[in-house]
């Protein structure tokens, strides 16, 4: 076959590149921008935060800075540390403050005393199946309502209730309604959240840790005390956070079990319900604020927060 050697070379038709769409063109400016993808990642949830929570504080804090007219019952802006002042220094609140204080501490003594045996069994006796068991046994109160659970130990702990026949042929009877109700409650409504924590902080020690603790002579109470207590510090720290913040500005609670008594959550809603004075309730809601916000400056280094 001959080929004419005049004739013109054959073109080759020219394929335009094909430009990306629109979400791959975003997606190579997102991987080449890690900064903006970061930007983007957390905007939305530090957006909110900022919105519902600091903001929040901020409108808090302003109001507990406004009186209520006594005559119109209506809000004065009228700026002024009358409230604060009268929350720091009236005996009723400083005695409210100290018993809120006190049933918190009761309550995360407490519930820490219960979930470390439950989550060592948990974390290094208990087959795996039964982990499995036990943590939907943990998990499975809080399916079920706050105000059923809380509903449940008032009749438990009334006179004649279930409490008072189990403990009555011993010579027993119920504690009724009031602190020592409001402690046992908290204590089992809030006891989930202190079980996890350590339970996941116990996961995390080594067993061979401890077998090399008793191959060194030591027993089960040193080697409980002096390698696995330190280890799991942060993590009893973090559960203390949850039942501590949780108690302290509960107030359904002692509502249903506490009889008279009243706690910091009470006083709040009282000002804002009854007694029509939002400046006041606002400036009473600073103190477990403040509390909070310091035990959390306490325990930061502990790295009790990386167990959250």
Not at 63 to 82: E, K, N, R, Y
Not at 145 to 151: D, I, P, R, W
Not at 281 to 303: D, E, H, N, Q
Request: proline share 6%; net charge positive.
């Amino acid at each position: 076959m001959t080929v004419d050697a005049s004739a013109p070379p054959t073109r080759r038709a020219v394929v335009p590149p094909q430009r990306g769409s629109i979400a791959r063109r975003g997606s190579v400016f997102l991987s080449r921008h890690p900064r903006v993808r970061l930007s983007l990642l957390l905007g939305a949830p530090l957006f909110w935060l900022g919105l519902v929570y600091i903001a929040a504080l901020a409108a808090l804090l302003i109001t507990a800075l406004w009186t209520v007219d006594s005559f119109t019952g209506q809000i004065s802006q009228t700026w002024t540390l009358d409230n604060i002042v009268a929350v720091l220094t009236g005996s009723l609140y400083q005695t409210v403050t100290l018993r809120t204080v006190g049933v918190a501490l009761l309550v995360t003594i407490i519930d820490i005393l219960i979930a470390l045996p439950i989550a060592f069994y948990m974390a290094k006796v208990a087959s795996p199946r039964a982990q499995r068991i036990l943590v939907i046994a943990i998990l499975m109160p809080l399916w079920a309502s706050y105000l059923v659970k809380a509903y449940a130990w008032r009749s438990v702990l009334s006179q004649g209730g279930i409490f008072e026949w189990l403990v009555s042929p011993f010579g027993g009877h119920s504690p009724g309604y009031g602190l020592p109700a409001t402690i046992i409650t908290l204590s089992y409504l809030w006891l989930p959240y202190v079980i996890l924590p350590i339970y996941a902080g116990l996961e995390r020690v080594p067993d061979s840790l401890m077998e090399a603790s008793a191959d060194l002579g030591g027993g089960t109470w040193s080697t409980l005390r002096l390698v696995v207590l330190p280890m799991i510090w942060p993590a009893i720290i973090a559960g203390s956070i949850f039942s501590f913040s949780l108690s302290l500005g509960d107030y359904i609670t002692v509502n249903i079990v506490g009889g008279a008594n009243q706690m910091l959550g009470n006083l709040v809603y009282t000002n804002v319900g009854a007694a029509n004075n939002l400046p006041l309730a606002a400036a009473i809601a600073l103190i477990p604020i403040l509390i909070i916000f310091a035990y959390l400056a306490a325990v930061r280094r502990t790295g009790a927060l990386n167990n959250l």
